[in-house]
């Protein structure tokens, strides 16, 4: 079974600077994807980033991007000029690309809480 | 923007008490989830339904949950003879595909007291 691991459960950035989020998992698959979901604090969970493990190039989107290092099984966010906005708990997931199940079920990990200082 | 929506967004129940908890998936979308988060921990896996059918579950998704798509749109989970520890945020998620992006819901925060 996958297992997803985020290990560190609060950060703190100060407005307008990068930080980084950190996301190790673990798979016998080689084929599969990851996504970063972003929780606010109304609760709903919004997708951030997806990655294609078959994909070298890694995801951006805006201010948002990844590296991810496939032998390493890692997989962190990075975001850059950080905004009060993305206050929130970042997840990561994984879920595998082939299910002869019908199921692709996501695999979270516990979440890191960011807070973005003013 | 399509989007994922669930009712109620809050469900007070007594312990013991059945509650069914409904989601509208988007509309073109052939993969439907549930998933649970514990206050302050991670979101769990609950069930997975394609083609009218539950597809896999979870350990948690015991006798006591069930699965519905009644008419097509709706999507429910039905929680019978409720417990304290079944107090949590319960997300709705449908995708396209089962590799694509999957739509959360606003969510159902369920309190069973």
């Known amino acids: 079974a996958q297992t997803v691991t985020q290990s560190q459960p609060e950060m703190s950035v100060q407005e307008a600077e990068t930080v980084t989020l950190s996301c190790t998992y673990d798979t016998s698959e080689s084929n599969y994807y990851l996504f970063w979901y972003k929780q606010p604090p109304s609760r709903q969970m919004i997708l951030v980033i997806r990655q294609e493990a078959y994909k070298q190039q890694n995801a951006t989107e805006n201010r948002f991007s990844v590296n991810f290092q496939k032998a390493a099984k890692s997989f962190s966010l990075k975001i850059s000029d950080s905004q009060l906005g993305d206050t929130a708990m970042y997840f990561c997931?994984?879920?595998?690309?082939?299910?002869?199940?019908?199921?692709?079920?996501?695999?979270f990990g516990k979440g890191t809480k960011l807070s973005v200082i003013p | 923007e399509p989007e994922v929506t669930q009712t109620p967004s809050h469900q007070v129940t007594q312990m013991g008490q059945e509650v069914i908890l409904r989601c509208v998936p988007i509309s073109n979308h052939l993969y439907f989830y549930w998933y649970r988060q514990i206050l302050g921990q991670k979101v769990e896996f609950l069930v997975s339904?394609?083609?009218?059918?539950?597809?896999?579950k979870s350990e948690i998704f015991d006798d006591q949950f069930s699965v519905e798509r009644p008419d097509g749109s709706n999507f429910t989970l039905k929680i019978r003879s409720t417990k304290l520890e079944d107090s949590a945020m319960y997300f709705c998620a449908s995708s396209e595909a089962g590799i694509t992006e999957a739509f959360f819901g606003q969510g159902t925060r369920l309190t069973v007291v």
């Open positions: 997931a994984f879920i595998h690309a082939y299910s002869g199940a019908g199921s692709y079920q996501l695999t």
């Open positions: 339904f394609y083609n009218n059918e539950i597809s896999e």
